[in-house]
T-cell receptor
Framework: RKEVEQDPGPFNVPEGATVAFNCTYSNSASQSFFWYRQDCRKEPKLLMSVYSSGNEDGRFTAQLNRASQYISLLIRDSKLSDSATYLC????????FGAGTTVTVRA | ETGVTQSPTHLIKTRGQQVTLRCSSQ?????VSWYQQALGQGPQFIFQYYREEENGRGNFPPRFSGLQFPNYSSELNVNALELDDSALYLCASSLDGSSSYEQYFGPGTRLTVT
């Protein structure tokens, strides 16, 4: 079983829509989780950390469900600039990445 | 910009050759991690260097080796290149070797093996 698994998508949504996707992780002892964003042929950039209580950063909401070992990301009021690949990451001193979920926001 | 730099940007090598990739960490960071990202995949952890010592290794063969220098810059060396080594190689620097600190990525080196 892979350490981190994500729905690859792609999710193709109109501007203004809400899109949500999950990832699952295999190590129940993992403590630190992130969402990274990666634009085509660029390096990954930290989007947000994921806290146990859930957290929001503007239009982005991250949730953690430890019992089921999954992490979710919700994007509200999608913008064209949100088009990217979103990488789910578990940090156990090394970062374990999922393969990414591709989101395309269309005008 | 993260302050992490990598060189070269692009590289084309032939199967069987050797390659050295370089990474300069962000000022004040003593930890560098290296990742390999194949097309359509997420980055895969190769190894991490903390204060010039290897501090963990992923599932990569010994022909992948590294160094960290006193100024905390780092090199990734790959011997006997194979076609499957074609990928984006990313380095990331962080303040410490623990999981508590954010890792900042450089722009990557795109290696093509023919």
């Amino acid at each position: 079983r892979k350490e981190v698994e994500q729905d690859p998508g792609p999710f193709n949504v109109p501007e203004g829509a809400t899109v949500a996707f999950n990832c699952t992780y295999s190590n129940s002892a993992s403590q630190s989780f992130f969402w990274y964003r990666q634009d085509c042929r660029k390096e990954p950039k930290l989007l947000m950390s994921v806290y146990s209580s859930g957290n929001e950063d503007g239009r982005f909401t991250a949730q953690l469900n430890r019992a089921s070992q999954y992490i979710s990301l919700l994007i509200r009021d999608s913008k064209l600039s949100d088009s990217a690949t979103y990488l789910c990451v578990v940090n156990d001193y090394k970062l374990s990445f999922g393969a990414g979920t591709t989101v395309t926001v269309r005008a | 910009e993260t302050g992490v730099t990598q060189s070269p940007t692009h590289l084309i090598k032939t199967r069987g050759q050797q390659v050295t990739l370089r990474c300069s960490s962000q000022s004040g960071h003593n930890t560098v991690s290296w990742y390999q990202q194949a097309l359509g995949q997420g980055p895969q952890f190769i190894f991490q260097y903390y204060r010039e010592e290897e501090n963990g290794r992923g599932n990569f063969p010994p022909r992948f080796s590294g160094l960290q220098f006193p100024n905390y810059s780092s090199e990734l060396n790959v011997n006997a290149l194979e076609l499957d080594d074609s990928a984006l190689y990313l380095c990331a620097s962080s303040l410490d070797g623990s999981s508590s600190y954010e890792q900042y990525f450089g722009p990557g080196t795109r290696l093509t093996v023919t």
